[in-house]
C-alpha cells in the first residue's frame, strides 16, 4: 500500500529583538552633514541655587552753597566708609558764575545706607536736599543664564579641540573645526565679559550726587532798584 508522506512541521515565527533603550535603530540613524565635523550637544549639569544677585543704585540731588566745599565734606565721609572711592568728578561753570556738577562714588552695597545717612547729616546745614532715588534690580535670572551659556560653550569649544587634537578625519573637516571653535571662542570671550560686568555692579553700588550752587539774586535785585532809583532822581 502507498505511504502517506509525514506532515509538514508547523512554522515558527520568531518575535523581532527590541531595541535596547537609549540606542537607535539601525538604518534610521541621520548621516552627518558632510564636511562638517559632528558635534553632539553637550550634557549640561544644572548648578544648585545660590544666592540672589541684586545690584544696588542710586542718585541725589543737593542745591548747595559752595560746590567745592560739599565736594570736600562728601569726600571725607567716603575716605572713612570702608571700600567707598570716587570714580569720577564732572563740573561746569555756568553763564552766571556758579558752578554745578555731580560726582559718582562707588562702595560695597552693604554700607550705602550709612553713607547716604551721613552724607545727608552732614550737609544739611550748607545744602538742600531737592530728591534722592535709591534703587536695587535682581538680576539673578540673568545671571544664570549666562552661566548656563557660558558652561555650555566651553563645553563644545573642548570638543572641537578634541577633534583637532586627535587630527582624524579629512583635511577639510579639521578645518572647519578649527573656523568652528573660533566662532565658539569669541562666544566665550563675550559671556565672560558679561559676568565681569554683573560681578562689578553686584559686588560695588553706584551712587551719583548732583550738586548745583543756590541761585542768589537778592543781591542782584537791590543793585537793579538802586539804579533805576538813581536814574529817576
Known amino acids: 500500500p502507498p505511504t502517506t508522506p509525514p506532515a509538514p512541521p508547523p512554522s515558527v515565527q520568531i518575535p523581532p529583538v527590541p531595541t535596547p533603550p537609549g540606542e537607535k535603530e539601525k538604518g534610521n540613524e541621520k548621516p552627518a552633514e558632510k564636511g562638517k565635523p559632528e558635534v553632539k550637544p553637550p550634557v549640561v549639569e544644572q548648578p544648585?541655587?545660590?544666592?540672589?544677585?541684586?545690584?544696588r543704585t542710586g542718585e541725589m540731588e543737593f542745591e548747595v552753597d559752595s560746590?567745592?566745599?560739599?565736594?570736600?565734606?562728601?569726600?571725607d565721609?567716603?575716605?572713612?566708609?570702608?571700600?567707598?572711592?570716587?570714580?569720577?568728578?564732572?563740573?561746569?561753570?555756568l553763564p552766571n558764575g556758579k558752578m554745578r556738577g555731580s560726582i559718582v562714588v562707588r562702595m560695597p552695597p552693604q554700607v550705602l545706607d550709612d553713607f547716604?545717612?551721613?552724607?545727608?547729616?552732614a550737609l544739611a546745614k550748607t545744602?538742600?536736599?531737592?530728591?534722592?532715588?535709591?534703587?536695587?534690580?535682581?538680576?539673578?535670572?540673568?545671571?544664570?543664564?549666562?552661566?548656563?551659556?557660558?558652561?555650555?560653550?566651553?563645553?563644545i569649544e573642548e570638543r572641537f579641540?578634541?577633534?583637532?587634537?586627535?587630527?582624524?578625519?579629512?583635511?577639510?573637516?579639521?578645518?572647519?573645526?578649527?573656523?568652528?571653535?573660533?566662532?565658539?571662542?569669541?562666544?566665550i570671550e563675550k559671556l565672560e565679559g558679561?559676568?565681569?560686568?554683573?560681578?562689578?555692579?553686584?559686588?560695588?553700588?553706584?551712587?551719583?550726587?548732583?550738586?548745583?550752587?543756590?541761585?542768589?539774586?537778592?543781591?542782584?535785585?537791590?543793585?537793579?532798584?538802586?539804579?533805576?532809583?538813581?536814574?529817576?532822581?
Request: avoid cysteine; glycine fraction near 6%; charged fraction near 30%.
Open 161 to 187: 579641540l578634541l577633534i583637532i587634537k586627535s587630527g582624524k578625519g579629512e583635511i577639510k573637516d579639521l578645518i572647519n573645526a578649527e573656523r568652528e571653535l573660533g566662532v565658539w571662542r569669541t562666544k
Open 116 to 121: 547716604l545717612k551721613d552724607v545727608r547729616e
Open 77 to 93: 565721609i567716603l575716605r572713612k566708609t570702608k571700600g567707598g572711592f570716587v570714580s569720577t568728578v564732572n563740573s561746569d561753570k
Open 48 to 55: 544648585e541655587p545660590a544666592g540672589r544677585k541684586i545690584i
Open 67 to 75: 560746590f567745592y566745599a560739599t565736594l570736600d565734606k562728601i569726600s
Open 194 to 233: 558679561e559676568i565681569r560686568y554683573y560681578n562689578n555692579m553686584i559686588a560695588l553700588s553706584t551712587l551719583t550726587i548732583q550738586l548745583s550752587e543756590k541761585e542768589i539774586q537778592t543781591p542782584t535785585a537791590l543793585i537793579l532798584r538802586e539804579r533805576v532809583q538813581m536814574s529817576i532822581e
Open 127 to 155: 545744602s538742600e536736599l531737592k530728591s534722592q532715588r535709591i534703587g536695587s534690580q535682581d538680576v539673578t535670572k540673568a545671571y544664570t543664564d549666562i552661566e548656563s551659556e557660558l558652561r555650555a560653550a566651553r563645553a
